[in-house]
């Protein structure tokens, strides 16, 4: 059973960068793609980005390109997710997770191909 356990939401304001964590462990962190989504109030939960198990890939949500940076840390069993320029409709709950992936350049955009999700880290935006 793998744990994902998010950190870093905070009150911020607009403008601003931010750093969110996820800590992994019980499993092989290193066999996963990982991934963040987010989901604001009243909507539904949305991709945001996602990086393969090597390393090597990422991708954005199309929408997002530009302000957010995904990266992980195999010898930490971390996984980060940088915004910057941080702007009123980032206010979501940040989800992270991950997937089994059996080779190592694939990125995850589907939330239904994610085997495991962390309980979430809020971020609230003020102008």
């Known amino acids: 059973q793998v744990l994902l356990v998010e950190s870093g939401g905070r009150l911020a304001q607009a403008g601003d960068a931010l750093i969110l964590s996820c800590a992994a462990s019980g499993g092989t962190f290193s066999n996963y793609a990982m991934g963040w989504f987010r989901q604001a109030p009243g909507k539904e939960r949305e991709f945001v980005a996602a990086?393969?198990?090597?390393?090597?890939?990422?991708r954005y949500a199309d929408s997002l390109k530009g302000r957010f940076t995904i990266s992980r840390d195999d010898a930490k069993n971390m996984v980060y997710l940088h915004i910057d320029s941080l702007k009123s409709e980032d206010t979501a709950t940040y989800f992270c997770a991950g997937a089994d992936a059996v080779y190592p350049d694939t990125t995850i955009y589907a939330q239904e191909r994610y085997n495991f999700w962390g309980q979430g880290t809020q971020v609230t935006i003020t102008l």
């Open positions: 990086i393969s198990r090597s390393g090597g890939s990422s």
